[in-house]
């Protein structure tokens, strides 16, 4: 009973809707013809969604595991330190940074006239002494994706380290005194004492990280637009461009497609870590 | 307990499903009577104010025109009334009249006239000064003084009261003016510029943006605020709002606020509710003190002391609801009617017809990104002939809410996804084929085929429209636009190609090696100009993108940029730029305007411009900008004979015979009136409806009527009355006759409307994405070959898409 109002909720607000978009998944757009799943294989075969699938796991692949790691070492590098507050303070700035300042910011940083090629410039003709440095068009080459994880990572670490944080306050001093009288080095206080009892953050932290993947589109998007270089036309690009185009029996396969993915990810994350929780 | 829990959710289930139903009911019948408009024929003159007198009769008055009395009969008595100009004064900027015909007006002075207004003015003292000129015609300056009046202080607004006493409002305060001797009484502080003077017996009621202020006379002091008016006039004012009592005799006592922002609870409209009330204000008029408020959204009645405002005409179903004009004054009519002045010489009376229904019971919507005007125009028409049916225009990108075309398009589509789709779509802007391939537009075969069959369309441009895959029309310009050039006949004479305008660029840059040779300030000014003649090239059969002529057109654009940047050094051109915005800031659509971008080009301290590239945006209009575009570069170059020096001609560039299609429209698939709709695209397609829009709203930018008859109705009209119509001061005495287009010339463009057959539709992703390219390749950033190759591999993921 006392479920009820939140799960009328639930299903009213998302799961009706989502049935809904699984039934467009199976029909024609415009006509609302039955199809079976033609939409499922004209996404599959569509170049677009190879290339925007392709790019979005790349990111994550190197976004994600940089991310927390990253923030792992900085809160470790934090953890006993007495300025701790105020540099974690410091770190969430750019969290409350807005996005237009943020993409401002890095046209002025990332232009083929920004600050970046001004200082490589002349670092090469005073420093190196190579008088032919050229300037690169960062957004529109092969280094938009280096660009687009930098600017990902500067927004995120702040946050990640506060959760970090939080997961190493949690665990019990104690045993790590106990490991240290027993003469326990550092790289075995982490690998048998930290590491482990930081599991259940490593989950919680991993799936922010996925989400704010992404979210990070909207930077894209305000920077490079909605057909950006190739190397960062992401699956949110597609979905967009489609609605645009009233593909909208498309956009329901591939939401359904990436629906599933996600709960397999979800579904295989969380039984390891029950494993490694039973383990521990 | 389970069984308590299982009635619980069937009661949930009940509630939920009766929430998404809604709970229906019978169909409700809609009273009788609401307010209409009928325009008024005004006297020949350009007016843009009305001072309306307690009798009925008006006087009528321009920044630039004579004044007008009008009698209650409605007879024009033309100069009864003493109005002289002054030869001193240069611009007049605010104009009062009195009940008795006395005026006064706010002026700056000619300064190249007077050495001591020079020297004011050089010394950068920009007041006003004022001329009063009594009811007997008697002139005299005006110079207001007094305590609690600053000299630096321009009064912006005058209105006399029923005495004859003038009161004025600068942008900080409201002051009465002794027009004997020009003492000025300070009466009290405002927060914004007032806007609006009236009275009602000895209160004086005066208006900013969102505040009144109340004024007792007799007594000398500001009585109390009025929360209900306050809020009314802060969400009312955008667009003009003017005011009139229902008498001003009347001493009104009673000014406290019953309810503050009652407004919106008593269901004073605000634009959504459309014509609800249904009240006609001649049964108690006479009865209760008023104050009538005319808006955008609609006319308002306040009863003295009340807290409710109330609608008692939609703006949607009036003139009231034109965004093109803005009200100017209200007059309140003995017999319940009401007359409303717009700017731009325009005047309705409003009336109550008791045998309207009170609420349309049709509604025809009409959608389109941007606003335009010819569309809400139609829509007014339509609204005329068809009573019953409301028209609702709506846009998805409105100047005030900043929508950008994503967000637009996006909202667009989710109501197509829900099943709301508009009836009728202006696709200017938008992928016609995505959206007629999927099934949201009609074809257009059937209603289009009689016009063609009688040859009262233009069937190339018509048929430049039909798609290619499906072989169907499912949209037609209502107007379009020609590519032409103007400039010495020795440079583009038998013009047939990009590369021929290139080479007559290098042709007249040897001749003239300083200054500019196109008017292009910016590198994108010269993809502005060349694009819409290119781009209908650059995709093969198949769909795909043509890199070749892609290529040759970024070396093409590229070399006439650096002919043109040739004549300046950077700084020249830095100092070009920042003149050309501060003093015109031309929009994209000015730029690619022929008519009217060598008057901004012309007045500039940076040269000459030798050619000009561009688009014939009008046709009457057009041709004319043409003709006086032409004596102002014959007279730049101070060459007399014009003809023999100046010319203009057609020009292609990669694509031949291309027309510019503007104000594109289909009607919707699942639109909710399709039989309406059909009425409308026929009344769009009417002469009278090209013809009458171009009589009324001769406008830059328009277009030319695919409507062969309507083109040579607007060619053929009396240029002299077209002339009065446009405001000019004396058509007669000016030269502009002179340079209304020759039958010689009407054939021409006849006949360049019979060629055109290759439509160019702006806004593309592949012009998007080729401006944006191209721009980086004039400034040095790419190479045209790689510019050309950015945009294939940006267009090679939109065609995977």
Not at chain 1, 67 to 72: A, I, N, P, R
Not at chain 2, 301 to 316: F, T
Not at chain 2, 603 to 626: A, K, R, S
């Amino acid at each position: 009973m006392f479920l009820l109002p939140g799960l009328a909720g639930v299903m009213l607000f998302y799961l009706l809707p989502f049935l809904e978009v699984v039934r467009r998944s199976f029909l024609q757009s415009g006509n609302s013809a039955f199809v079976g799943i033609d939409n499922y294989r004209a996404v599959w075969e569509n170049g677009a969604f190879v290339l925007a699938v392709r790019n979005t796991f790349l990111y994550m692949a190197v976004g994600v595991p940089l991310l927390m790691g990253s923030s792992l070492l900085l809160s470790l590098l934090l953890r006993n330190l007495r300025l701790r507050r105020r540099l974690v303070s410091a770190m969430l700035l750019p969290m409350a940074v807005p996005a237009a300042v943020m993409v401002l910011t890095l046209q002025i940083l990332i232009d083929r006239q920004g600050v970046i090629n001004g200082v490589l410039t002349k670092a090469a003709e005073q420093i190196m002494v190579i008088p032919a440095f050229e300037a690169i068009d960062y957004l529109n080459t092969e280094w938009a994706l280096v660009v687009v994880v930098c600017s990902f990572l500067w927004k995120n670490t702040g946050y990640m380290v506060i959760l970090w944080l939080a997961g190493l306050a949690a665990l019990p001093k104690e045993v790590e005194e106990a490991a240290q009288v027993d003469g326990a080095n550092r790289w075995q206080n982490w690998h048998y004492i930290i590491r482990p009892g930081l599991s259940g953050s490593f989950f919680t932290i991993g799936m922010l990280s996925v989400l704010q993947i992404f979210k990070s589109y909207r930077e894209v998007w305000m920077v490079a637009g909605s057909y950006p270089q190739e190397h960062i036309y992401f699956l949110q690009h597609l979905l967009q461009n489609w609605y645009l185009k009233l593909e909208f029996d498309r956009m329901a396969a591939l939401t359904v497609i990436m629906s599933l993915v996600l709960l397999v990810v979800c579904l295989c994350l969380q039984k390891r870590l029950e494993q490694r929780e039973e383990n521990f | 307990m389970m069984r308590k829990g299982r009635v619980l959710l069937y009661i949930m289930m009940c509630a939920m499903c009766a929430a998404l139903w809604g709970c229906g009911g019978k169909e409700e019948e809609i009273p009788m009577g609401r307010y209409a408009d009928r325009e008024v024929k005004l006297p020949p003159g350009t007016f843009e104010y009305m001072h309306p007198c307690p009798d009925g009769s008006y006087y009528l008055y321009g920044l630039d025109t004579e004044l007008t009395y009008v009698d209650v009969q409605g007879e024009s008595k033309g100069k009864d009334r003493n109005w002289e100009n002054n030869a001193n004064i240069h611009v007049k900027y605010v104009v009062g009249v009195s009940d008795e015909g006395a005026s006064v007006f706010a002026y700056t002075p000619r300064f190249w006239n007077d050495e001591e207004l020079e020297a004011l003015w050089i010394a950068g003292d920009t007041r006003y000064l004022y001329y009063y000129v009594d009811e007997k015609g008697q002139k005299q300056a005006l110079e207001p003084h007094g305590e609690g009046y600053e000299k630096a202080t321009n009064l912006n607004t005058f209105a006399f009261s029923p005495e004859g006493e003038l009161y004025a409002a600068s942008d900080t305060a409201v002051y009465r003016v002794n027009v004997e001797n020009g003492e000025v009484e300070s009466l009290f502080a405002t927060q914004e510029q007032v806007k609006s003077i009236v009275f009602s017996g000895d209160v004086m009621l005066a208006a900013d943006a969102g505040k009144a202020y109340f004024y007792d006379r007799a007594e000398g002091k500001l009585l109390d605020g009025n929360s209900t008016l306050d809020e009314f006039l802060s969400s009312h004012s955008a667009g003009g709002l003017v005011m009139a009592v229902s008498d001003r005799n009347a001493h009104v006592k009673i000014m406290e606020d019953n309810g503050a922002g009652d407004a919106e609870k008593a269901g004073a409209p605000d634009g959504e509710e459309t014509g609800a009330s249904g009240t006609n204000a001649g049964d108690d008029s006479k009865n209760a003190q008023a104050l009538y408020m005319a808006c955008r959204t609609g006319l308002y009645r306040y009863i003295w002391g009340g807290s409710v405002i109330e609608q008692i005409a939609d703006g949607q179903m009036t003139a009231l609801g034109d965004t093109q004009r803005s009200p100017s004054a209200l007059q309140v009519l003995d017999n319940g009617e009401f007359r409303v002045m717009f700017s731009g010489n325009y005047m309705v009376e409003m009336y109550y017809d008791e045998t309207l229904p009170a609420r349309p019971s049709k509604e025809l919507t009409v959608y389109s990104l941007e606003e335009n005007g010819w569309i809400r125009y139609a829509g007014q028409l339509f609204q005329k002939e068809h009573p019953d049916v409301l028209v609702r225009y709506e846009t998805g990108m409105d100047g005030d809410n900043a929508v950008s075309k994503e967000d637009a398009l996006k909202n667009l589509n989710t109501r197509l996804l829900a099943g709301e789709a508009p009836d009728v779509i202006v696709m200017d802007h938008m992928d016609i084929e995505q959206y007629a391939g999927k099934g949201v537009l009609r074809e257009l075969d059937g209603i289009l085929q009689p016009y063609l069959d009688e040859g009262i369309l233009y069937r190339n441009i018509v048929e430049g429209m039909r798609m290619t895959d499906k072989e169907k029309i499912y949209s037609v310009p209502m107007m379009v636009y020609l590519p032409l050039w103007l400039g010495e006949e020795m440079y583009l004479e038998g013009e047939q190609s990009l590369e021929d305008i290139v080479a007559g660029m290098e042709q007249a840059r040897q001749k003239h090696p300083e200054g500019a040779i196109l008017y292009t300030p910016y590198p994108k000014d010269v993809l502005l100009q060349t694009i819409p003649v290119c781009l209908p090239a650059w995709t093969k059969e198949d769909g795909s993108l043509d890199v070749e002529k892609l290529t040759a057109y970024y070396r093409a654009v590229s070399r006439m940029w650096e002919i043109d940047s040739a004549g300046f050094d950077a700084a020249g051109r830095e100092a070009w730029q920042k003149n050309n915005m501060e003093w015109y800031a031309p929009t994209d659509m000015d730029m690619a305007d022929i008519g009217s971008n060598y008057q901004y080009s012309a007045q500039q301290n940076f040269g000459e411009t030798w050619l000009q590239l561009g688009f014939l945006m009008t046709p009457q209009v057009g041709m004319t900008g043409i003709h006086v575009s032409k004596a102002n570069m014959a007279a730049d170059w101070q060459q007399k004979e014009l003809d023999d020096v100046v010319t203009y001609g057609a020009y292609a560039g990669q694509a031949d015979n291309v027309y510019w299609a503007r104000t594109i429209v289909g009607l919707c698939e699942q639109g909710k009136e399709p039989k309406l709709a059909e009425e409308y695209m026929n009344l769009l397609l009417s002469d009278p409806m090209m013809r009458k829009w171009w009589l009324d709203k001769p406008r830059n930018h328009s277009g030319l009527t695919i409507r062969k008859d309507s083109l040579g109705d607007i060619l053929d009209i009396n240029n002299i009355e077209f002339g009065q119509t446009m405001g000019f001061k004396d058509p007669t005495g000016v030269n502009y006759p002179d340079f209304w287009p020759t039958e010689e010339e009407k054939q021409w463009l006849y006949q360049m409307m019979e060629d055109a057959d290759c439509c160019y539709r702006p806004g593309t992703m592949l012009e998007e994405c080729a401006t944006e390219v191209g721009v980086r390749v004039l400034e040095g950033g790419l190479t045209p070959e790689e510019g050309a190759r950015e945009v294939e591999r940006k267009m090679a993921i939109e065609m995977e898409e």
